[in-house]
């Protein structure tokens, strides 16, 4: 199966960039309802509609939602790209319809999507609401688990540009996944272990295209999240967590992954009998951890109360909604040593003098404008000549 050349055939051009909203996708919905496939099955705190995608007949049943954080939207591109390759009619296509019955929530959180925010309308975080399900997406959701009654669920999520994976050579973590604890001692049991498995093959197929970029989250137990409370009602659950990929803040690289690890997984379903004994490989898949920056701004001179001495700052973006537009604005968040973090983009200012309009010395929570020297300049975090 050449992964690529199916993504660049059923990417949906439609999607693009990290502001996708229930505008964008109830015209594809709309496409897909040829024979009442697509239903309204419930309604969120400020009256959006929350779809539901079914096809297939198979026997093996799975259950795939996204945006239940509303600003986590690179696996919703990700989903439609590939629900685009299920309605292809293709051999390969049909071979997964006969095999699955997919059942897809493409967005649980409609008002924290336009808000761009992670909670939804009441600031509630849907992914810790399992448990007390006191918000009405959490409710769809739960409702839509039991009657579909899956064999596998698929949770996918977004996660920052912070994470990264490896020790002495550090790389973004472009991709990560989690088979979610069941109890708090963290067991691996075999409805756990049926996760591991297919994790393992996705990783096997993603270190072909992204070597040493796929990370492991972490797995403390919490029965309030949604992953933890159906691996603990004994269905498999596989987290997948979008991440960063080099220079591609609109993670139109990172959906490519994303799609090609759905695909990968369910292949390996469809071809194989899980047997539960992938837990080492498993393991031997390296921790994402806190360690990047968006910018490291190396060996710059300060000049404070007369007084020289040589720093580095780190940057960060804070994507912000303005008119409908996501911005990405860059805001200084780390002075002095950064070691064991890395940047994505990292600049050495060989002793440069720091410079701005306000002050001569970088303050946290600053707007990332300043110079190095006379020749210099860095607008938004960004080096201009």
């Given at each position: 199966m050449n992964f690529e050349k199916l993504f660049s055939q059923f990417k949906d051009a439609n999607l693009f960039g990290r502001y996708i909203t229930l505008g964008d996708i109830e015209p594809l919905l709309m496409k897909f309802n040829t024979n009442n496939q697509v239903q309204i099955i419930g309604y969120s705190v400020l009256g959006k509609p929350i779809y539901k995608y079914q096809l297939g007949t198979g026997s093996k049943r799975i259950f795939l939602w996204s945006q239940m954080h509303g600003n986590e939207s690179t696996t919703t591109k990700a989903l439609f790209d590939f629900l685009n390759f299920l309605n292809s009619d293709s051999?390969?296509?049909?071979?997964?319809?006969?095999?699955?019955?997919?059942?897809?929530l493409p967005m649980v959180n409609p008002d924290g999507a336009l808000l761009y925010t992670r909670e939804n309308a009441n600031k509630v975080d849907l992914n810790r609401d399992s448990q007390a399900l006191s918000q009405p997406e959490s409710e769809v959701l739960r409702q839509t688990f039991e009657y579909f009654k899956p064999d596998y669920c698929y949770n996918l999520h977004d996660q920052r540009t912070i994470f990264g994976v490896g020790d002495e050579i550090q790389k973004p973590a472009?991709?990560?996944?989690?088979?979610?604890?069941?109890?708090?001692?963290?067991?691996?049991?075999?409805?756990?272990?049926?996760?591991?498995?297919?994790?393992?093959?996705?990783?096997?197929?993603?270190?072909?295209f992204i070597p040493n970029q796929v990370g492991r989250f972490d797995d403390s137990f919490n029965i309030n999240c949604v992953g933890d409370t159906f691996q603990s009602l004994n269905v498999p659950t596989i987290l997948i967590e979008a991440g960063h990929f080099h220079h591609d803040y609109d993670r139109e690289v990172t959906r490519k992954y994303i799609f090609i690890a759905l695909l990968s997984g369910l292949k390996y379903i469809h071809e194989n009998d899980i047997v539960i004994n992938k837990i080492e490989e498993y393991l031997n898949i390296s921790h994402n951890k806190i360690c990047f920056y968006d910018f490291i701004y190396k060996n710059i001179k300060i000049n404070y109360d007369n007084n020289k001495f040589i720093t580095s700052f780190a940057i960060q973006y804070k994507e912000e909604l303005f008119d409908n537009q996501?911005?990405?604005?860059?805001?200084?968040?780390?002075?002095?040593?950064?070691?064991?973090?890395?940047?994505?983009?990292?600049y050495d200012a060989k002793e440069a003098l720091y410079e701005n309009l306000e002050q001569n010395i970088p303050k946290f929570g600053q707007k990332a404008d300043f110079y190095l020297g006379k020749s210099i300049k860095i607008i938004n975090g960004l080096i201009k000549m």
């Open positions: 051999e390969s296509a049909n071979k997964f319809l006969l095999e699955f019955t997919f059942c897809c472009t991709v990560s996944f989690l088979a979610p604890s069941y109890n708090e001692a963290r067991e691996i049991n075999d409805v756990r272990a049926k996760a591991i498995e297919v994790i393992v093959a996705m990783n096997v197929v993603l270190q072909e996501l911005l990405f604005n860059a805001y200084i968040t780390d002075i002095g040593d950064l070691k064991g973090f890395s940047g994505h983009f990292e």
